[in-house]
């Protein structure tokens, strides 16, 4: 079955300096996106990226899709304390009745020292 | 935006007793919502897809007489863990697709937080 893997599994880094997580599936995928989980909460949509080679960016995060689709990073500029919690990449995979859920990303841990 | 509520946010219970867990969409219809469960410090696994109008359809590896889903009108459905043991202690998180938001991509409700002694 569809498997996606991230890495790394955590990390911990001093606030301004900057961190990048990894996501790769054993498939190609159709659109992948992102969420994040603050610690006790539940997973929040950041974004989707659909096309190949693309590209988007919300203010300090930059999100980028690989060319074959099966890749994607999510890079935070200058991490703030606010940006701790668990980022997971999710790709959809179609289920035997057509309906389609998400196979999430084993997840990132970041933790930002102050 | 739209949102996605559980009830309850977390719950307590001794083993052998049952547990019913409610996921409702606010302000918006769901044919089909998803339940999963997460570990601690693991990622989310699918365990099951409700369907309004029809059987719910469960991942392998997942009880269907142990997990009762129940997906009761549009905006409904409910997960009951049936004579709940410690190992199904865990955090159980319902998401609804949403339009307009690209494909795929799903509302997450609050998650509820079981934990059976």
């Known amino acids: 079955g569809q498997q996606v893997m991230q890495i790394p599994q955590y990390q911990h880094v001093q606030e301004g300096e900057d961190f990048t997580t990894y996501c790769n599936s054993s498939?190609?995928?159709?659109?992948i996106q992102w969420y994040k989980q603050r610690p006790g909460g539940h997973p929040v949509f950041l974004i989707q990226l659909v096309k190949s080679g693309e590209v988007k960016k919300q203010k300090r995060l930059t999100f980028q899709f690989g060319e074959a689709k099966k890749n994607s990073s999510l890079h935070i500029t200058a991490t703030q304390t606010t940006d701790v919690g668990t980022y997971f990449c999710a790709g959809p995979g179609y289920l035997d009745t057509g309906r389609r859920a998400l196979t999430f990303g084993s997840g990132t841990r970041l933790q930002v020292q102050p | 935006g739209a949102v996605v509520s559980q009830h309850p946010s977390w719950v307590i219970c001794k083993s052998g007793t049952s547990v019913k867990i409610e996921c409702r969409s606010l302000d918006f219809q769901a044919t089909t919502m998803f339940w999963y469960r997460q570990f601690p410090k693991q990622s989310l696994m699918l365990m099951a897809t409700?369907?309004?109008?029809?059987?719910?359809?469960?991942e392998q590896g997942v009880e269907k007489d142990k997990f009762l889903i129940n997906h009761a009108s549009l905006t409904l459905s409910t997960l009951t863990v049936t004579s709940a043991h410690p190992e199904d202690s865990s955090f159980y998180i319902c998401s609804a697709p949403f339009q307009g938001g690209g494909s795929d991509t799903q509302y997450f409700g609050p998650g509820t937080r079981l934990t059976v002694l």
């Open positions: 498939t190609t995928l159709s659109n």
């Open positions: 409700s369907n309004e109008g029809s059987k719910a359809t469960y």
